[in-house]
């Protein structure tokens, strides 16, 4: 790994590399397969992790499936489903949903299908590990897929959306960027960026199919990313990517429904330059949440209440590089890996689990074109 700085890095992973040097033994047992989506031909690319060092090694690339926006596992950890950014597959204008087996941390294809349009970003597994529902960025559009084995069936629900927001770059057409799922399972969710508006849907899991129970309308020209529930069971996050905000969410179980509780500023204060916000992630207990912004390139770590969701700010963090795609915990939660899209590196900081503060300086290791990091064991 190439180090951008030593000092704040080291300071906090001192006791961890002493254990590795006085046990080798140890530190090979510990290792970990990362699998980590690239916008490159290559696909999927297989890494090596060590939480007790916090070092990320090459290990080659796992499949060849181009530009692969998201990857995601399934519930048993025993497949791994991807969505591929491209513009055509099997002949026809649309993007890719593919699935593989692992097995000793190796990919075996299964199953790929046509998702709905092209540009295909994200790709979403239900808590059953039986659907499947994919987002087009590019066709502005949805799919959804029934699940046996790992295997996925073709598309058995698709939805092209309509709407347009204000800002003329970027909401000229609808922009479908991120599918998940909530609690309970038994609602589904897309956002649209391009139309502010996040879809809601009643799910079947028994048939992989979506009816339509609702909309959440964000602030014109916020473009709604991402979506994320907090642990607490009624609490979600929704990142603005055009406008660099956070909207904070109450979720009605009996309904699907989400409500604006407060609304969350992630820029500093007088910043003018271009500014896009990205993604979020929330620490295993539900005590701490980060979001990750992208052309000024910083974390924001922030304390939430875990009866409420309610955040407060911690501060502002380097994320090690230009345009932080998407950032995750390890396992072990003592390390922040972040995937610096036009660095081409993912770079990795060390993390106190009790207070959740970022190290300000990391390092890093070359990564083409990083979009997700996923680790294969929980």
């Not at 916008?39 to 999927?44: F, L, R, V, Y």
């Not at 069936?153 to 309509?162: D, G």
Request: neutral net charge; proline residues 6%; glycine residues 8%.
């Amino acid at each position: 790994m190439t180090k951008l700085s030593r000092r704040d890095f080291l300071l906090s992973a001192s006791a961890a590399t002493f254990a590795v040097a006085a046990s080798p033994s140890l530190a090979a047992s510990s290792r970990q397969r990362v699998f980590i989506g690239s916008g490159t031909p290559d696909g999927i690319l297989a890494y090596d992790w060590n939480p007790l060092d916090g070092e990320l090694t090459p290990a080659g690339v796992a499949a060849n499936l181009p530009h692969a926006a998201w990857i995601a596992l399934s519930p048993d950890r025993k497949f791994l489903y991807a969505a591929s950014e491209v513009d055509s597959y099997n002949g026809k204008p649309t993007g890719a949903a593919a699935s593989f087996g692992i097995e000793n941390g190796t990919l075996h294809p299964l199953s790929a299908q046509n998702s709905a349009g092209v540009g295909t970003c994200h790709v979403a597994v239900d808590q059953t590990g039986r659907v499947l529902i994919s987002a087009d960025y590019g066709g502005g559009s949805a799919a959804s897929f029934s699940i046996a084995a790992g295997r996925l069936s073709p598309a058995v629900w698709t939805e092209h959306y309509a709407m347009h927001g204000p800002n003329a770059d970027r909401q000229q057409s609808a922009h479908a960027h991120f599918a998940s799922f909530s609690p309970d399972n038994r609602f589904a969710y897309i956002n649209d960026l391009g139309g502010d508006v996040i879809h809601i849907y009643s799910l079947d899991a028994s048939t992989a199919k979506l009816t339509p129970a609702g909309t959440y309308h964000a602030r014109p020209g916020a473009g709604p990313r991402t979506l994320h529930f907090h642990i607490n069971g009624h609490t979600a996050y929704s990142v603005n990517e055009l406008d660099s905000t956070v909207d904070v969410l109450e979720w009605n179980k009996a309904e699907g429904s989400l409500k604006l509780v407060s609304r969350i500023e992630l820029l500093p204060e007088g910043y003018k330059g271009p500014t896009r916000a990205c993604d979020t992630v929330i620490s295993r207990d539900g005590s701490f949440v980060y979001f990750a912004n992208r052309d000024n390139d910083f974390l924001y770590s922030f304390k939430a209440d875990r009866s409420t969701g309610a955040l407060t700010p911690m501060g502002r963090s380097n994320c090690g590089g230009k345009t932080p795609r998407n950032f995750v915990l390890d396992p072990s939660e003592r390390w922040m890996l972040v995937a610096n899209q036009d660095s081409n590196i993912v770079s990795v900081f060390a993390r106190d689990p009790k207070t959740g503060r970022l190290a300000e300086e990391g390092r890093s290791v070359a990564a083409p074109a990083p979009m997700r990091i996923l680790f294969v064991e929980a």
